[in-house]
């Protein structure tokens, strides 16, 4: 098999699990993480469970509000935060190189993205 096919067969067979745990999942709650980019100072990536919603549509809607949360929480301290891509807020701040983001991701509660 060649290097591509077989890059192209594991980015199919993750995709194929996270898709069978998301219908497997239609009963479950869903779990909004907040999941951080390292910097110098802190050089791992890190999660936290913000919440759990009922329905991924709720879950959705939280995200939204933890953006906002986040983001108002960030600027007087000098940050300056933008929306990315998705739910992923950029975070940098003037003279300071540990720019970094945050990206906020509702999971089924059996799956951990850890």
Known sequence: MR???????????????????????????WVLWEISSPTSKYPDWTYAKVGAEAT??????RAEVAIQRRTLQARPYGWTVTRGDANRVNF????????????????PDNVDPR
């Not at 003037?94 to 999971?107: A, K, L, N, R």
């Open 3 to 29: 290097t591509g096919t077989a890059a192209r067969a594991s980015v199919f067979a993750a995709l194929s699990l996270l898709a069978s745990a998301m219908t497997a999942c239609a009963p479950c709650a």
């Open 56 to 61: 991924n549509e709720a879950c959705k809607q």
């Open 92 to 107: 940098k701040r003037v003279g300071d190189p540990d720019s970094f983001h945050v990206d906020f991701e509702c999971w």
